[in-house]
C-alpha cells in the first residue's frame, strides 16, 4: 500500500480509502440495499490488516447509522484510523434529505457526530455537499471554530466547485477536496485538479469505480437483480441505452488488466491515483473479501502505454455516447 500526503496537512493517508456510504443499510433514499453490520464490522478490521489507514463516513449515510458501524468497529483499536466525516444533510420533518448550512445545524451535527463515532476529535471534517450555496461562508465560518475548539483538526469540502472554493478560502485554508473521479466522469481534470495543486489542497476522490460499475460485475441481468432500494436502479449509467455501452467498454478493461492479473476494478482505481494530484480514492466496501480483491491497486502504477489504450476506449466510448444524444 502507497501512501501520500493530504495536501499542507500533517496527514499521511493510504492511496485507497475505506467508503462506508453503504454501511449505512436500508430504509433512507440513496441506500444501496441491505446490509450486514458484522460483515460491516469485519470489512474495517481487515481493510485496516491490509494497510488502509483511513475511513470516509457522513453523518447522513443511513441516517446516522454508517457512522455508528464505524463508532463500533474502531473502538478499542490500540491505533486508530484517520477518520474523515461530513456534514450539511439532514432531514426535514418530512423525512425529506436537505442542505442544512446553518452555524446551529453544524454545532448539533458535530456533537451528534463525535458521540456516534465514539472519538474526541474527528480528524478530517468536511461540508458534504454546497447546498445552500448562498451558505457555505456562514458553514465555513462555523467549521473553522471547530478547528479552534479543539473538535476537527483539518476542514475540507466536497463536491465544491473552483469558484466556491476560492470564496471561502479567504476564511480559512481549504485542508481537501472530495469530488467524483472515474473513467467515467472525468469532468475534474480541466479546473479543479489543477486549482487544487496550486493551492496545496489534498484530493480524495470518490467513486473511483463508477458505483461498481467499472468492475465488471454488472449488465442487463445483474442490474435487473440490484435491490428494490437500491439507487443505483435510477442511474442513467445502469440503464439502457447507456449501460451497454458501459458495459462493452469494460469487456476491454477485462482483457487489459487480465494481462496484468489485476481485475477491471484495480485498474479502475489504479488510474485516477495515476494523477499525482489525487492522494486518494475512495473506494465503498461491503465486505472483507471485497477489501481483499481491491487492495492491491494500492501498488499498481500504470504506465503511459496504458493510460493511451485507455484514453482511446474513453474517446470512442463518448462518441457513442454523443450519438444517442443525437438521436
Not at 458553514?139 to 471547530?146: K, P
Not at 460485475?217 to 443505483?232: C, F, I, M, S
Not at 449509467?237 to 469494460?250: A, D, G, R, Y
Request: aromatic share 8%; glycine share 8%.
Amino acid at each position: 500500500m502507497q501512501y501520500r500526503k493530504l495536501g499542507w496537512t500533517d496527514l499521511k493517508l493510504s492511496v485507497i480509502g475505506f467508503g462506508t456510504w453503504a454501511l449505512g443499510g436500508s430504509g433512507w433514499r440513496y441506500s444501496w440495499g441491505p446490509q450486514d453490520d458484522e460483515d460491516s464490522i469485519r470489512a474495517i478490521w481487515k481493510a485496516i490488516d491490509l494497510g488502509i489507514n483511513w475511513i470516509d463516513t457522513a453523518a447522513i449515510y443511513g441516517l446516522g447509522h454508517s457512522e455508528e458501524v464505524v463508532g463500533k468497529a474502531i473502538k478499542g483499536l490500540s491505533e486508530k484510523p484517520i477518520i474523515a466525516t461530513k456534514c450539511g444533510r439532514v432531514t426535514d420533518e418530512n423525512g425529506n434529505i436537505i442542505g442544512n448550512l446553518h452555524r446551529e445545524s453544524i454545532k448539533r451535527e458535530v456533537e451528534n457526530s463525535l458521540r456516534r463515532l465514539q472519538v474526541d476529535v474527528i480528524d478530517l471534517y468536511q461540508i458534504h455537499w454546497p447546498d445552500p450555496d448562498e451558505h457555505i461562508e456562514e458553514a465555513w465560518a462555523t467549521m473553522a471554530e471547530l478547528v479552534k475548539e479543539g473538535k476537527v483538526r483539518y476542514i475540507g469540502v466536497s463536491n465544491f466547485s473552483v469558484e466556491q472554493m476560492r470564496r471561502i478560502s479567504k476564511i480559512y485554508p481549504i485542508a481537501s477536496l472530495q469530488p467524483p473521479y472515474s473513467m467515467f466522469r472525468r469532468g475534474i481534470e480541466e479546473e479543479i485538479l489543477p486549482y487544487c495543486k496550486e493551492n496545496n489542497i489534498g484530493v480524495v476522490v470518490y467513486s473511483p469505480m463508477q458505483k461498481g460499475l467499472l468492475t465488471g460485475k454488472y449488465n442487463a441481468e445483474t442490474v435487473a437483480k440490484l435491490p428494490p432500494d437500491d439507487h443505483r436502479r435510477n442511474d442513467p449509467m445502469f440503464k439502457e441505452p447507456q449501460l451497454s455501452i458501459n458495459v462493452e467498454f469494460v469487456e476491454k478493461l477485462k482483457k487489459l488488466a487480465e494481462k496484468y492479473r489485476k481485475t477491471p476494478g484495480q485498474l479502475a482505481i489504479a488510474w485516477v491515483l495515476r494523477r499525482p494530484e489525487v492522494t486518494s480514492a475512495i473506494v465503498g466496501i461491503r465486505n472483507p473479501s471485497q477489501i481483499e480483491d481491491i487492495a492491491p491497486a494500492g501498488d499498481w502504477n500504470l504506465s503511459e502505454e496504458d493510460v493511451k489504450v485507455i484514453d482511446e476506449w474513453l474517446k470512442e466510448r463518448d462518441e457513442k455516447l454523443k450519438s444517442l444524444e443525437v438521436r
